[in-house]
Nanobody, 119 residues
């Protein structure tokens, strides 16, 4: 099983920026669809952004134009650049990869990284 470690979260004021990183123990982001997910208190985990092994990206409507997902396959790392942050972006952020046809997750879910947007 592939292990995932997220980092880069923190407390930021509205309008601020953060860059999240996710390091995998295997080369999953060069093979499968990498994704960032968020889970706010009392809500289900949902997809924020995804990137294919051909670098095709997709974003939730709520973050389009503000977040950018990228990957460094040689470093087994997935990134999420978060700009113009809003209080509603507050959540725990997780990364993982999915098999494109079955949709099953490749890695074990990590601890996530907390993002809090507040003045």
């Amino acid at each position: 099983q592939v292990q995932l470690v997220e980092s880069g979260g923190g407390l930021v004021q509205p309008g601020g920026s953060l860059r999240l990183s996710c390091v995998a123990s295997g080369s999953i982001f060069s093979i499968y669809v990498g994704g960032w997910y968020c889970q706010a208190p009392g809500k289900e985990r949902e997809l924020v952004a995804s990137i294919t092994n051909g670098d095709i990206t997709n974003y939730a409507d709520s973050v389009k134009g503000r977040f950018t997902i990228s990957r460094d396959s040689t470093k087994r790392t997935l990134y999420l650049q978060m700009n113009s942050l809003k209080p509603e972006d507050t959540a725990v952020y997780y990364c993982n990869a999915r098999r494109p046809y079955s949709g099953t997750y490749v890695g074990n879910w990590g601890q996530g990284t907390q993002v809090t947007v507040s003045s």
